[in-house]
């Protein structure tokens, strides 16, 4: 059974899926490539070769000088559109994760981070990939992806917080901006080429992706690479202060090494994505040891919300036939005192999948046993309506609710539970106050559409439909869910003219997605 079946934490995403081209150079000259030119991510943009490590160890937070005295090529604002630009089209071609539980541990942590980063780009978004490599990228516009299999093979949350400040700092040192000043003769096809790897490598090819990287990057490797070096680096140093201010356990940074250290020596070829795109020299592993030598040992890292998380990635990117050993895998990382809570909420998760409510509920019981968690309320509430309790297992998460107003996964569930319960005015009315703060969410905009479908809310379905294409790479799709709207709101002033302005507004935006032609 697929995880689909998860209801609301993994429901089906309609897409295109992206099929396996042997012709890199056609795939390279697809308008998704094109157009995304000029917003490659940093991870392609700081590829630089893994021979010849560094010598010299950055021994104190002192920066590299490796600024620019030339004004930035690209305004806030141009990054930002282009950033975007370039998440509607990686989503189109890229299996995401809309997991609400995934997603609001990532944008939290993110957060976190952010708020101890000087960042010229506040308005983040966070893109979860399924993908069972280790990776993590950041664009200039404040796009930030992380891969699957860093939650899942990360065995603390520090290491994946010393990853997500690395980013963090790419971004606030504006590398992008940087690097570009030094590259402006190379061709457009090289970054064609290096976009089109880092899709495919997100899709689990990820040889043909390393082999597209590798390719292309060799012509201009020794130019780009001490920069890249610097660049690291300078990340690096960053990232700790960013991780340390945040309150983490900086040594998560050096556990994090060697993790990546240790998957190189046993998987060769197979590798961690992550060390392509971010090189792992000898001067990066001193300066991580040498700091971890000052980290605070009172602090701790024995996590369950992360721990749990790991569960929801895991279940997302493995196949069905391989999950007992995956989780007998991550079983064993988890730390002793949380076992058998996490055991017994993936036991939970996996009687949900399978439709095995008896179970479900048997096992319910013991979570009474259990630290009381916010995820073991919520799974409670799934079981109830599971059992035709659907009345119970809202009135649970309406009461979570008065103690969490806000939260994500609350309010996601509560609206599946409305909807389960053909209360569609109640999930559409829900589905628009997250979408207030979230509006470029597909999954709710896709939520939102069904609702209205069932309350027969044509206007609405349209005009959510319309949203969903469009953060999905499908502007063209887009403009017609619109024009249906236009047409079936002539008879009203007010909403014809919305419309037709966001008409407008998207045609602009398919200018920022077409520029590279």
Do not use: C
Not at 27 to 33: I, K, S
Not at 111 to 135: D, G, M, P
Not at 163 to 190: C, D, I, N, P
Not at 465 to 475: F, M, N, R, S
Request: charged share 20%; aromatic share 8%; net charge neutral.
């Amino acid at each position: 059974m697929p995880l689909s079946s998860f209801t609301f934490l993994s429901k089906s995403f309609d897409r295109r899926h992206l099929d396996v081209l042997p012709d890199l150079a056609h795939f390279a000259n697809r308008r998704f490539v094109r157009s995304s030119l000029k917003v490659l991510s940093l991870t392609t943009l700081l590829l630089a070769g893994t021979v010849t490590p560094a010598s010299d160890t950055l021994a104190s937070t002192d920066l590299p000088s490796i600024g620019s005295d030339q004004p930035d090529k690209l305004t806030v604002n141009q990054e930002y559109q282009l950033g975007r630009a370039w998440l509607r089209q990686f989503r189109a071609n890229t299996s995401v994760i809309y997991d609400p539980i995934v997603q609001s541990y990532l944008e939290n942590m993110t957060q976190k981070l952010a708020v101890e980063s000087n960042l010229y780009e506040r308005r983040l978004n966070l893109v979860a990939v399924n993908a069972n490599s280790i990776n993590a990228f950041a664009v200039p516009g404040g796009v930030i992806g992380v891969h699957s299999a860093l939650l899942t093979q990360a065995h603390d949350e520090d290491m994946v917080a010393s990853v997500m400040a690395h980013e963090l700092a790419h971004l606030s040192q504006r590398h992008y901006a940087r690097r570009k000043e030094g590259a402006e003769e190379q061709r457009l096809s090289v970054f064609a080429t290096l976009l089109a790897g880092l899709v495919l490598s997100a899709n689990g090819q990820t040889q043909a992706g390393t082999a597209a990287i590798i390719g292309t990057q060799a012509a201009v490797i020794q130019s780009q690479l001490s920069f890249s070096r610097l660049h690291e680096q300078e990340a690096d140093a960053v990232g700790f202060e960013v991780l340390n201010n945040a309150g983490y356990d900086t040594s998560g940074m050096a556990r994090m090494f060697e993790l990546l250290q240790a998957q190189a020596r046993t998987q060769g070829a197979s590798a961690p994505e992550f060390l392509l795109t971010h090189p792992l020299t000898q001067s990066r592993i001193a300066f991580a040891r040498d700091r971890e030598k000052t980290a605070d040992p009172k602090r701790q890292y024995a996590n369950l919300e992360f721990q749990l998380v790991r569960v929801h990635a895991l279940l997302h990117q493995t196949p069905e036939d391989k999950r007992p050993s995956a989780l007998r895998s991550l079983q064993e990382s988890v730390p002793e005192g949380l076992k058998q809570a996490v055991s017994l909420y993936t036991d939970i998760l996996l009687q949900l999948n399978q439709e095995q409510i008896e179970q479900a509920q048997k096992s319910t019981e013991q979570l009474a046993l259990q630290p009381d968690h916010l995820y073991f309320r919520l799974i409670k509430a799934r079981v109830l309506a599971a059992s035709g309790q659907i009345e119970a297992a809202i009135q649970l998460v309406q009461a979570q609710l008065l103690q969490t107003p806000d939260n994500y996964p609350s309010n996601s569930l509560l609206a599946s539970l409305y909807q389960q319960n053909q209360q569609y005015p109640l999930a559409m009315n829900l589905y628009r106050k997250m979408l207030q703060q979230r509006p470029e969410d597909p999954w709710l905009w896709q939520q939102l559409a069904e609702s209205a479908r069932k309350q027969k809310d044509l206007l609405t379905v349209y005009q959510a439909k319309a949203e969903e294409h469009q953060l999905t790479g499908d502007i063209s799709q887009a403009l017609a869910e619109l024009k249906l709207a236009q047409e079936y709101a002539r008879g009203d002033t007010l909403e014809f003219s919305r419309i037709s302005h966001r008409i407008q507004e998207l045609r602009d935006a398919f200018k920022y997605m077409d520029f590279g032609s």
